[in-house]
Antibody, heavy 118, light 110 residues
Framework: QVQLVESGGGVVPPGTSLRLSCAAS????????VHWVRQAPGKGLEWVAV????????YYADAAKGRFTISRDNFRNTFSLQMNSLRAEDTAVYYC???????????WGQGTLVTVSS | QSALTQPPSASGSPGQSVTISCTGT?????????VSWYQQHPGKAPKVMIF???KRPSGVPDRFSGSKSGNTASLTVSGLQAEDEADYFC??????????FGTGTKVTVL
């Protein structure tokens, strides 16, 4: 079955960097676009970024542009989110999700918590 | 991109129906038939319940239905059951490969 497993979360000071990873299994990873979605504590979902099936196209929410970079490795069935210049407002559970093909998220990981605090 | 607007809460007794609205603009909800709905239980990952406005993924009960009129989409849960108590979020394609989520609605089964 489809499985997505995030890793890399933790507590970091403001202004620093963190790299999140998502390991995919149970499907042909190179056929699907994949996303990062975050959820601040007690708040709603916020779309962060998407990368196309082959990595040639990447799109970001305004809050992520210029600070976050999404990438993928179709040989290792993984994708990542490099987050730089982290701010307190980036504190959230970060989910990786698979694109269902028609602009929806059909599978989700369990999430990894990122806390930006001094 | 601004979040889509949902009511903070909705409730119903077991067996009753509850409808949740999701209001956007002509640049997102009104411009595309790509509205999806997600159920999220506390501490769990979201789960897709509806995609492309009204389509149900395999395994989702037909008690869940979706519709859209203009800039507002709706999710109806019929025959409410205790396990339907959860947070629900809508999402829409917003053009230029962007996505936007709704503010979320907490559904309580009385």
């Amino acid at each position: 079955q489809v499985q997505l497993v995030e890793s890399g979360g933790g507590v970091v000071p403001p202004g620093t960097s963190l790299r999140l990873s998502c390991a995919a299994s149970g499907f042909t990873f190179s056929n699907y676009a994949v996303h990062w979605v975050r959820q601040a504590p007690g708040k709603g979902l916020e779309w962060v970024a998407v990368i196309s099936y082959d990595g040639s196209n990447k799109y970001y929410a305004d809050a992520a542009k210029g600070r976050f970079t999404i990438s993928r490795d179709n040989f290792r069935n993984t994708f990542s989110l490099q987050m730089n210049s982290l701010r307190a407002e980036d504190t959230a559970v970060y989910y990786c999700a698979r694109d269902g093909g028609w602009y929806y998220f059909d599978s989700w990981g369990q999430g990894t918590l990122v806390t930006v605090s001094s | 991109q601004s979040a889509l607007t949902q009511p903070p809460s909705a409730s119903g007794s077991p067996g009753q129906s509850v409808t949740i609205s999701c209001t956007g603009t002509s640049s997102d909800v009104g411009g595309y038939n790509y509205v999806s709905w997600y159920q999220q239980h506390p501490g769990k990952a979201p789960k897709v319940m509806i995609f492309e406005v009204s389509k149900r993924p395999s395994g989702v009960p037909d008690r869940f239905s979706g519709s859209k009129s203009g800039n507002t989409a709706s999710l109806t849960v019929s025959g409410l059951q205790a396990e339907d108590e959860a947070d629900y979020f809508c999402s829409s394609y917003a053009g230029s490969n962007m996505r936007v989520f709704g503010t979320g609605t907490k559904v309580t089964v009385l």
